[in-house]
DNA sequence: TGAACCTGACTGACCGGTCGGTTAGTATTT
DNA sequence: AAATACTAACCGACCGGTCAGTCAGGTTCA
C-alpha cells in the first residue's frame, strides 16, 4: 500500500469514524473486521488501533459522534422553525431524509441500541442520546401547548411518545421487502400521526399530512 | 460429559431454541458460540449441527419460533377480551410482562432487527412478524372504531402506530440506567398514551391508566 | 546550505486465541 | 446388525491486537 499522506489526529480520527460508520451501517457492528476499516479509510489496519485504544472503544466513540451530530442536526432543524407544527415537520424531514441515508443510520443506531442493552459503556451514550432527543423533543410540544395547538397533557411524556412512533416506524420500515418505495409513505405517515397524536382529533389547519413536501431530500 | 438423554427430533430442536433464546437475549446474536448453546442444552457441541444446517439456520428457526410464539400469544390475549379497551390493556400487559422476560425478548427482538435489515432470510420473517401484529393490532382498532370507542381514521395506520409506540418506547426503556425500577412506568405509561391516541383526548372511561394493574407479572 | 539526527505517523507481518464446521468413533435403540 | 443419536477431537479460517521496522518531515549543528 502506498503510503496515506500525512493528516492531523483529529482528521485521522474523524476519516476512520466516517469509515467505520460506514462500515457498520453496511455490514453490522460484529461483522466488521479492523481491516475493513483501515481499507475503506485508505490507511493500514495498524493505524486503526494506533489511534483507538481497542476496536470496542473505537465504536463507542463513533457512537458519540453519531449522537453529537444527530443532536446538532436536530437543534438546527427545529430552531429554523418558528410554528411548532412546522418544526415537527422539520424534524420528521430530518429522521427521514432519502431511504438511503435512513437506511444508514438506523442500521447501525439498532446495532448500537442491541449493544446499548448489554454493555454499559453503550448504554450511558445511548442514555445521552435519549436524553438529547428528550430536550428537543419536550421543547417543541411545550411550545404548542403554550400556544393551545398540541392538546396533550405532559410534555415529558408527549415527547416520549413522539419519539417512540418514529423509532417504531423505523423499524417497522426496515422490515419492508422494498423499503425504498414505500419510503414517502412511511414518512408522510409519520407526520401525519404525530401531529394527529400531538393536536388531537381531525386535521392541522384543514389539511394536515396533506400538503405537499414530497421530493426525495439530496 | 455424560451422554444426553434420548429425545425426538422435536424435542431436542426445541431445547436448543430455548438454549439458544436464552443465550442469544443475554450476549447477543454474534457473541454467542455454537458451544455455548450446546452446553446450556445439556449437549455436545456437534449436535447442535446434527440438527441445524448452520449457525444462522438455527437463528433463522430462532426467529420464526419467536415470531410464532408471540403471535399466539397476542391472539390469545386480545381473545380473552370482549372490549376494544381491554384488549389493548391485555396487549400491553402481555408485551410488558415483567422487567426481566421483557429484557430477555427485547434484546434477543433487537438483534434479530439488525439483522433483518441486513440479510434478506432473516427480513422475510421479520416482515412476517410485523405482519402478524398488524393483524392483530388492527383488528383490534377496527373493532374499536365499530364501537365508536377509537376515533381513528384508518384500521391499519392506527394499528401500525400502536406497534409503533410499542417499540419505542422498548427501545427507550432498554436505554435506562436501572430498568427494572421504570419498567412500571413505562408500562403505565404505554396503554395510557396508545388508549389516548386512539380514543382521543380525554380520559377512558372516567379513568385511564389511572386504576392499578400495577403488579409485576411473575 | 546541507548533512546528520530525531520524531512519530504509518505499514504489514505475525501471534495467540476463537469459532464454525467436520469427522471418526462410540453408545443406544430397534 | 443396522440405523440413529451423540461425543470429542480436530481443522482451517479468521480476527483483534502487537510490534519491529520504514519513511517523510522537521530540527539541530556545522
Same mark, same amino acid.
Given at each position: 500500500?502506498?503510503?496515506?499522506?500525512? $493528516?492531523?489526529?483529529a482528521?485521522?480520527?474523524?476519516?476512520l469514524l466516517?469509515a467505520?460508520?460506514?462500515?457498520?451501517?453496511?455490514k453490522?457492528? *460484529?461483522e466488521?473486521?479492523?481491516?475493513?476499516i483501515?481499507?475503506?479509510?485508505?490507511?493500514s489496519?495498524?493505524?486503526t488501533?494506533?489511534? +483507538?485504544?481497542?476496536?470496542?472503544?473505537?465504536?463507542?466513540?463513533?457512537? &458519540?459522534?453519531?449522537?453529537?451530530?444527530?443532536?446538532?442536526?436536530?437543534?438546527?432543524?427545529?430552531?429554523?422553525?418558528?410554528?411548532?407544527?412546522?418544526? &415537527?415537520?422539520a424534524?420528521?424531514a430530518?429522521?427521514?431524509?432519502?431511504?438511503?441515508?435512513?437506511?444508514a443510520?438506523?442500521r447501525?443506531?439498532?446495532?448500537?441500541?442491541?449493544? *446499548?442493552?448489554r454493555?454499559d459503556?453503550?448504554?450511558?451514550?445511548?442514555?445521552?442520546?435519549?436524553?438529547?432527543?428528550?430536550?428537543?423533543?419536550?421543547g417543541?410540544?411545550?411550545?404548542?401547548?403554550? !400556544?393551545? &395547538? $398540541?392538546?396533550?397533557?405532559?410534555?415529558l411524556?408527549? =415527547?416520549?411518545t413522539m419519539?417512540?412512533? +418514529?423509532?417504531?416506524?423505523?423499524?417497522q420500515?426496515?422490515?419492508?421487502?422494498d423499503?425504498?418505495s414505500?419510503?414517502?409513505?412511511?414518512?408522510e405517515r409519520?407526520?401525519?400521526?404525530?401531529? !394527529?397524536y400531538?393536536?388531537g382529533? =381531525? *386535521?392541522v389547519?384543514?389539511?394536515?399530512?396533506?400538503?405537499?413536501?414530497?421530493?426525495?431530500?439530496?
Amino acid at each position: 500500500m502506498p503510503r496515506a499522506a500525512h $493528516f492531523t489526529e483529529a482528521e485521522r480520527r474523524l476519516a476512520l469514524l466516517k469509515a467505520a460508520f460506514r462500515e457498520v451501517s453496511e455490514k453490522g457492528f *460484529s461483522e466488521v473486521t479492523l481491516d475493513d476499516i483501515a481499507k475503506r479509510a485508505g490507511v493500514s489496519k495498524g493505524i486503526t488501533l494506533y489511534y +483507538f485504544d481497542s476496536k470496542e472503544e473505537l465504536y463507542r466513540e463513533l457512537f &458519540v459522534w453519531l449522537t453529537d451530530s444527530i443532536h446538532a442536526r436536530m437543534r438546527e432543524a427545529v430552531a429554523a422553525e418558528k410554528d411548532p407544527v412546522a418544526k &415537527v415537520r422539520a424534524l420528521v424531514a430530518l429522521i427521514f431524509p432519502s431511504p438511503s441515508k435512513n437506511r444508514a443510520f438506523f442500521r447501525a443506531f439498532i446495532d448500537f441500541c442491541g449493544l *446499548s442493552a448489554r454493555r454499559d459503556g453503550f448504554r450511558e451514550v445511548n442514555e445521552r442520546f435519549y436524553a438529547g432527543c428528550r430536550d428537543i423533543d419536550s421543547g417543541i410540544v411545550e411550545e404548542g401547548m403554550r !400556544q393551545g &395547538v $398540541f392538546l396533550v397533557r405532559d410534555r415529558l411524556e408527549a =415527547g416520549s411518545t413522539m419519539r417512540a412512533i +418514529f423509532d417504531g416506524l423505523m423499524m417497522q420500515w426496515l422490515s419492508e421487502k422494498d423499503p425504498d418505495s414505500t419510503f414517502a409513505g412511511y414518512r408522510e405517515r409519520c407526520e401525519r400521526e404525530i401531529l !394527529q397524536y400531538l393536536t388531537g382529533r =381531525g *386535521s392541522v389547519g384543514g389539511d394536515a399530512g396533506r400538503a405537499g413536501r414530497r421530493e426525495e431530500a439530496k
